[in-house]
């Protein structure tokens, strides 16, 4: 069974920083995009950045304008992606899901396999 798991999440103050990592077990997402969407409470699940496979080993990376500059995606290896979140706000308190698709162009309508969501709460 594929399967998507997230840990990292927790407290962290405002302006700290905190790392959330992606494991992908039971498939191979060497070619995927992996991305992170979030889910704060009463919005819309919305997308925050994605890695996207270029060749061989390179990936490109986006971000949604609202965490580009503090947020950074890193793609672990062939099946795994972390998020680097640095200056995090209050607004950023959410449910993080990690994300695999095809492209990050079919996201999140085209998700193959999400993850269970980790909560991330920011203090101020």
């Known amino acids: 069974q594929v399967q998507l798991v997230e840990s990292g999440g927790g407290l962290v103050q405002a302006g700290g920083s905190l790392r959330l990592s992606c494991a992908a077990s039971g498939g191979t997402f060497e070619k995927y995009a992996m991305g992170w969407f979030r889910q704060a409470p009463g919005k819309e699940r919305e997308f925050v950045a994605a890695?996207?496979?270029?060749?061989?080993?390179?990936?490109?990376t986006d971000y949604a304008d609202s965490v580009k500059g503090r947020f950074t995606i890193f793609r672990d290896g062939k099946n795994g992606a972390s998020l680097q979140m640095n200056s995090p706000k209050p607004e950023d308190t959410a449910v993080y899901y990690c994300a695999a698709a095809k492209t990050v162009e079919a996201m999140p309508g085209g998700v193959e396999v999400w993850g269970q969501g980790t909560l991330v709460t920011v203090s101020s």
């Open positions: 890695t996207r496979w270029i060749r061989d080993s390179t990936y490109d």
